[in-house]
């Protein structure tokens, strides 16, 4: 089975800085596209950024200049670079990854465990 495991969550000030990783393991033939949500408590899930495997990025509007993804095609590793961080990014973040194993042969998605962040004001 595929696992994505998150890690770099914690707590942080307003306006500090902080840097997820997201590291994807198993039986994985590829990776095309791998991105980050967050949920908030009562809140649905939502689209943080994504990248895809020629590097084209797309952010939500709420995170736009202050975060950044990226990725590590050698070691399936998806990064988000987040600074100036605010209380409303308070949040449990999941990364996401669409993989093609070798079991199915075919393209699935793939959700990691979630990492808290929060942010003090």
């Known amino acids: 089975q595929v696992q994505l495991v998150e890690s770099g969550g914690g707590l942080v000030q307003y306006g500090g800085s902080l840097r997820l990783s997201c590291a994807a393991s198993?039986?994985?033939?590829?990776?095309?596209?791998m991105g980050w949500y967050r949920q908030a408590p009562g809140k649905q899930r939502e689209l943080v950024a994504r990248t895809n495997s020629d590097g084209a990025t797309a952010y939500a509007d709420a995170v736009m200049s202050r975060f950044t993804i990226s990725r590590d095609n050698a070691e399936n590793t998806v990064y988000l670079q987040m600074n100036n961080l605010k209380p409303e990014d308070t949040a449990v973040y999941y990364c996401r990854a669409e993989i093609t194993t070798f079991q199915s042969m075919l393209v699935d998605d793939f959700w990691g465990q979630g990492t808290q962040v929060t942010v003090s004001s």
């Open positions: 198993g039986s994985i033939l590829s990776i095309s596209a």
